[in-house]
């Protein structure tokens, strides 16, 4: 048994300790509110600010835990490296977190050091070098925060006017302590996936079969699998997510996203070191191993000798229509359950408007008609309202 410390306890944790607590893991999750997702299956919680690094020291210390498990953005991820340096096991390693939660620090690896090919990009630090940049760039361009998560605070900018509401809106959903944004051009990409990869402690990268995906506001509405992807692009992704893994390195699970574009091919996007919520459709059973399986297994250092595709699937969210600081009810699962389909409830304690507070995720054989499916698991989800 090891003792491993959740950084993050939101809908994916849940799913990790779900994983872990079945392979007698002892887990103790932590987030910055009491009650999160993933505190209602560990072991033990531990509610602080992740950004405080002397919190994160005094859990550290008070809990001693063999793995350091990161799920969310803001931590204070310095400090990861002197855990390392104490023999604790980061995962998939402290230098990969770094990289990942900053969007610079993984821009600059991916385009300069590694020659992948991304969106041509610019930094800023101030509203003024934002216009400077946009400019530079040309319109329209795509405006986001250098630390978030699910999207937050991503603007696609159309006209200079919009700039100054690109700024506010990239400062509001800045998470951590970093106040600068990332300035894209914007790519006419023909579609967007997410490749699942695995890496492993003793054995090969492994790749799942990929991941196609909707996004609305930056944050994930649906997704499905397997994406229909040109062979040649397939293996473009897949040899640039290995080559970037293979930088960063560890073992885990990452979510490699990239823009597929007909005329001119596969471009990186970015990277989560961690499993990633548009893989959740691998609950639906579309492969023998889901990704919260994937990364335990690659954590504990278990071998992993193949990832088998076993059916097409998809996943749809469900959202709250309303705001609430009190424990939210649903109705209209049964509707959902009157079918061959699954719904996980996140069991968040409160809500606002457009929060992510379950999903609904549907498969079929691997020969059937995948937009079948999709269209099923969004009916599905449209059943379920959050209300008081």
Same mark, same amino acid.
């Given at each position: 048994?090891?003792k491993i ?8 944790g /849940?799913?990790?300790?779900?994983? !872990?607590?079945?392979l007698d893991?002892?887990?103790? @999750?932590?987030?910055? +509110? =009491? ?5 209602q ?28 498990v ?8 310095e400090?990861l ?16 977190v770094?990289?990942?939660m900053?969007? /610079?620090?993984?821009?600059?690896l !991916?385009?300069?050091?590694?020659g992948?090919?991304? @969106?041509?990009?610019? +930094? =800023? ?13 040309g ?8 630390m978030?998560?699910?999207?937050k605070?991503?603007?696609?900018v ?7 509401h690109a700024w ?8 951590g302590?970093i ?13 967007e996936i ?6 492993q ?8 079969p ?6 609305k506001?930056?944050?994930y509405?649906?997704?499905f ?9 397939l ?6 997510a290995d ?5 960063l390195?560890g073992a ?24 990633h919520?548009?893989g ?19 954590v ?12 097409i ?14 424990h ?11 079918e061959?389909a699954?719904v996980?409830?996140?069991g968040?304690?409160t809500t ?12 079929a054989?691997l ?11 969004k ?10």
């Open positions: 048994m090891k410390l959740l950084l993050g306890s939101g809908e994916l /849940k799913e990790f300790v779900i994983a !872990a607590q079945r893991q002892h887990v103790i @999750a932590c987030d910055s +509110y =009491a009650g999160a997702p993933a505190m299956v560990a072991d033990e919680s531990e509610v602080f600010s992740m950004l405080d690094g002397e919190a994160l020291e005094r859990v550290v210390n008070k809990h001693k835990p063999d793995i350091i990161p799920e969310i953005e803001a931590i204070r991820t400090r490296y002197d855990f390392e340096r104490q023999g604790i096991q980061v995962t998939p390693s402290a230098r990969a770094n990289f990942t900053n969007r /610079k620090a993984i821009r600059d !991916a385009a300069k050091e590694l992948l090919k991304t @969106a041509r990009h610019f +930094y =800023a630090t101030t509203y003024d070098e934002l216009v400077e940049h946009a400019e530079q760039i319109f329209p361009c795509v405006v986001k925060p250098l978030s998560s699910s999207g605070g991503q603007s696609l159309k006209t200079a006017d919009d700039l100054r506010e809106y990239a400062m509001q959903g800045s998470r302590d106040q600068e944004v990332i300035i894209e051009e914007f790519v006419r990409f023909d579609s997410t490749l699942l990869t695995v890496t402690q003793n054995g090969p990268t492994l790749f799942c990929p991941i196609g995906h909707v996004q506001g930056g944050d509405r649906e997704s699998q397997p994406a229909h992807i040109a062979p040649e692009h293996a473009e992704a897949q040899r640039m080559k970037v893994t293979h930088a390195t885990g699970i990452w979510g490699v996203e990239f823009f597929l574009s007909h005329e001119n091919g596969v471009y990186f996007s970015e990277l989560s070191p961690r499993p919520d548009t959740m459709v691998t609950l639906a059973g579309t492969q023998n191993f889901n990704e919260f399986e994937l990364h335990l297994r690659a504990l250092g278990l071998p992993i000798p193949c990832i088998k595709p076993l059916r699937g998809a996943s749809a969210v469900i959202l709250s229509g309303i705001a609430s600081e009190s939210p009810h649903y109705k209209g699962l049964e509707r959902t359950c009157e061959d699954d996980r409830i996140f968040k304690p606002r408007v457009n929060r992510r507070m379950g999903v609904v995720v549907c498969n054989p020969d059937g008609n995948l937009d079948e499916v999709r269209d099923k698991a009916r599905l989800a449209s059943y379920v309202e959050v209300v008081e």
